[in-house]
């Protein structure tokens, strides 16, 4: 009787391995399907893009500064300070050339056209999201032009702490804007990560701010995004994938991921200053360093960091 039991349970143990060892095979077989951001073959915003920009609210100098050496930097024609072995702001953006030439377009130039600055923030200090497209027309962009909108930290934009910034156009006479407000005393754990503490998820350190400034260095974050995302999307029929209406695109498509083994909580692995202690993943004009979204490659079908 103790034999029988013996081999019975045997034979249960040796049924149970193989039943585990199976399901662990085919769940490692499985693959998730590749993402793919179609073109839709409408029109890109190719050649030299005229930005500007739009201060609203207060500013310093030294924030100002900021925006627009990262700006200056995307452009590789642009004489950069930098070190020629080390990852640089125009060697992200030649991803988005990669957009370009797929689709047929020219690579896209940014250029800086202008500087606007409404400091005493003439449409109030509660704005809508219907009034930035108003905005953005007295700034009176030349048509195939960007307005980039940039509200100061004491400003509120409805739906601020949901989206953070957000782009936005008019087919008809080619107006294209992008909103991104500082988000340093508003939700900066969910605009202004990994310089500052997530709102939910793991409670990690936050990283060092590349330039010394929570707000505006998570502004360049999400300037960087969205102008990937206007830049190959302008119009809601360029490359995205999903609806158009939420639409995943460039850099929204590889949320939260800034080097190399990026998951959720972790941005990944990352150059540190050795003096300041702060995290960056490129190089710009004037020295400058930043910290910028992975974006999808569609070459590889990847996200794609350049640390």
Not at 167 to 177: A, E, M, T, Y
Not at 244 to 273: F, H, R, T
Request: net charge negative.
């Amino acid at each position: 009787m103790n034999s029988f039991l013996t081999v019975l349970l045997a034979l249960i143990q040796l049924s149970c391995f193989n039943v585990c060892f199976g399901a662990r095979k085919l769940t490692s077989l499985y693959q998730p399907p590749p993402m793919a951001l179609t073109y839709h073959n409408g029109a890109l915003l190719e050649g030299d893009l005229h930005v500007t920009i739009l201060w609203y609210g207060k500013f310093s100098p030294a924030q100002k500064s900021i925006v627009v050496d990262f700006l200056l930097s995307l452009d590789r024609q642009q004489k950069q300070n930098v070190v020629s072995s080390a990852p640089s702001v125009s060697q992200w953006w030649q991803t988005i050339e990669t957009y370009m030439k797929k689709a047929g377009k020219k690579e896209t130039h940014v250029v800086l056209a202008n500087q606007v600055t409404d400091e005493n923030c003439s449409m109030g200090k509660t704005l809508q999201r219907s009034q930035l497209s108003e905005l953005a027309h007295r700034v009176n962009s030349e048509p195939g032009g960007l307005v980039l909108i940039l509200t100061a930290d004491d400003v509120g934009v409805e739906g601020f702490c949901m989206s953070c910034g957000f782009h936005g156009s008019n087919s008809q006479d080619k107006l294209v804007f992008i909103w991104v407000g500082n988000s340093v005393t508003q939700c900066p754990g969910q605009c202004a990560w990994p310089f500052h503490q997530p709102i939910y998820g793991p409670q990690t350190a936050p990283l060092g701010a590349p330039n010394e400034d929570v707000g505006v260095d998570g502004m360049v974050e999400n300037i960087a995004s969205l102008l990937a995302g206007t830049v190959t999307n302008p119009f809601g029929n360029g490359y995205f994938q999903g609806s158009a209406d939420a639409p995943v695109e460039a850099a929204s498509a590889c949320p939260g991921a800034y080097g190399k083994g990026a998951y959720p909580g972790y941005a990944g692995e990352l150059l540190v200053d050795s003096t300041t202690g702060a995290s960056y993943n490129a190089l710009g004009e004037n020295g400058r360093k930043y910290l910028l979204p992975a974006l999808f490659d569609p070459n590889t079908s990847q996200c794609s960091t350049i640390v």
